[in-house]
Nanobody, 128 residues
Framework: QVQLVESGGGLVQAGGSLRLSCAASGRTFTGYAMGWFRQAPGKEREFVAAINRSGSSTYYADSVKGRFTISRDNIKNTVYLQMNSLKPEDTAVYYC?????????????????????WGQGTQVTVSS
């Protein structure tokens, strides 16, 4: 079992920045690739970003590429999502997730069903 706890959400004006954190406990953190997903009201959960076990490779949804950065600290067992140039359409509940699957450029790192563990989510609201 892996327990994931997100933090760092809040209310921010358009153009602003937030950094989300996801602290992991339980099984060995380096045994998992990590992802961030989000879900807006009335919409399906969508992929935001993913990072492989070592942190050497990252993947992004087109909608956030160039604005968001995913990173991880394998000493602190924490994954981060730095969000810059936020837009009102980024408003959603953001979830971190862990997968034992090895992710790479041709894998289904964007598929939520491939993730084994999920956090409870943190709300991000961007005002216009």
């Amino acid at each position: 079992q892996v327990q994931l706890v997100e933090s760092g959400g809040g209310l921010v004006q358009a153009g602003g920045s937030l950094r989300l954190s996801c602290a992991a406990s339980g099984r060995t953190f380096t045994g998992y690739a990590m992802g961030w997903f989000r879900q807006a009201p009335g919409k399906e959960r969508e992929f935001v970003a993913a990072i492989n076990r070592s942190g050497s490779s990252t993947y992004y949804a087109d909608s956030v590429k160039g604005r968001f950065t995913i990173s991880r600290d394998n000493i602190k067992n924490t994954v981060y999502l730095q969000m810059n140039s936020l837009k009102p359409e980024d408003t959603a509940v953001y979830y971190c997730a862990a997968t034992r699957t090895i992710i790479y450029s041709g894998s289904y790192y964007y598929r939520s069903s491939d993730y084994d563990y999920w956090g409870q989510g943190t709300q991000v609201t961007v005002s216009s």
